[in-house]
């Protein structure tokens, strides 16, 4: 790999740096994450966030099959320990994800840094970097339409990831890249792996329904964020995550009087911990965007909101 600038500085994340890379075997310009090196250790054990870069793999692997997910081309070591690598050695595993997770703790004595080779996103498509205002006393919202689509996008993401009894939980806007029309998510480094639908497994389904609406769908709807103040990155260790909206259960929806009843009732059903799973989420959904213009097997639209929904689109 060359090595180019950090393309990380709009929102620092806990567990890694990221910068811009040319991929020299192929000549694909990627996105390379690296680990923080204050998270090595003197001992050579693996702290959490070590094994962060393991577990991320993993899901990328598992999820590869969603449009929605950001891909993963590589997954390896290098021995260089500047917080932006520029020389020492480096191995590389490619695909060889299970090889990549076996080796963890012999790399982690031998004191080297776990990076992911993965696939580059447009800064402008960062939700974060989109919507921040420029200026005190604005705020930007993505339209009705736009939001719509998002988060069924978001939601099939979901429901897939439950499925394969994976939970996302780190739902905040520098994770979400949108162009208008495609959503991808990044950094599943936080995210967790059960292996069987238990009760606590359950139980997580039910806070990645609130995580998402709080942390990323109440956000779009109205250019606010959850905690009431305007946009600002969201802090991201893993107690940061597993705590970040526990006390956010009561949306308000007062400054965008715009939004449609059905559609404010149901992200609010859903911050208080009151939809199970993302099929249930998904049905109100569909039920909300019916009432928008959509049609679906289901549920039947009218044909003036058609209508007005396909004079929107065009213009």
């Not at 204050?38 to 999820?63: P, Q, V």
């Not at 495609?182 to 497994?201: G, M, W, Y």
């Not at 990645?208 to 709807?221: E, K, M, Q, S």
Request: negative net charge; hydrophobic residues 35%.
């Amino acid at each position: 790999y060359r090595i180019d600038n950090f393309n990380d500085t709009f929102a620092l994340g806990h567990y890694a740096r990221v910068t811009d890379a040319l991929e020299k075997r192929t000549g694909r310009h990627v996105a390379f994450k690296v680990m923080r090196p204050e998270h090595l250790t003197s001992s050579g054990d693996m702290r959490w966030e070590y094994k962060a870069f393991g577990n991320e793999a993993e899901i990328l692997m598992r999820l590869s099959n969603s449009p929605n997910v950001v891909r993963l081309y590589d997954c390896g070591f290098i021995s260089d320990r500047e917080e932006a690598p520029r020389s020492g050695s480096i191995d590389s595993f490619q695909n060889d994800v299970r090889g990549f997770v076996q080796s963890l703790s012999a790399y982690a004595a031998r004191g080297w840094r776990p990076y992911l080779s993965l696939e580059t996103l447009p800064r402008a498509n960062s939700l974060f970097y989109l919507m921040k205002p420029t200026k005190q006393g604005t705020r930007w919202r993505l339209p009705s339409e736009e939001g719509l689509s998002l988060a069924i996008q978001f939601s099939n993401l979901l429901s897939l990831a439950h499925a394969e009894q994976i939970v996302y939980l780190d739902h905040k806007l520098e994770h979400v890249y949108w162009d208008g029309t495609q959503l991808k998510v990044i950094d599943f480094n936080s995210s967790r792996q059960f292996e069987n639908n238990n009760q606590e497994a359950v139980q997580q389904y039910t806070k990645d329904v609130h995580n998402l609406c709080v942390g990323v769908l109440y956000t779009i709807f109205t250019g606010m964020s959850p905690q009431k103040t305007s946009l600002r990155p969201q802090p991201s260790s893993l107690e940061d995550v597993e705590a970040r909206y526990t006390d956010v259960q009561e949306l308000d929806f007062s400054m965008e009087p715009s939004l449609s009843d059905s559609l404010c009732e149901l992200l609010q059903r859903g911050a208080s911990l009151k939809i199970a799973g993302i099929p249930e989420f998904l049905t109100g959904l569909q039920r909300v965007a019916a009432e928008h213009g959509w049609d679906f097997p289901n549920y039947s639209t009218s044909p003036a909101s058609r209508d007005a929904r396909a004079q929107m689109r065009a213009g």
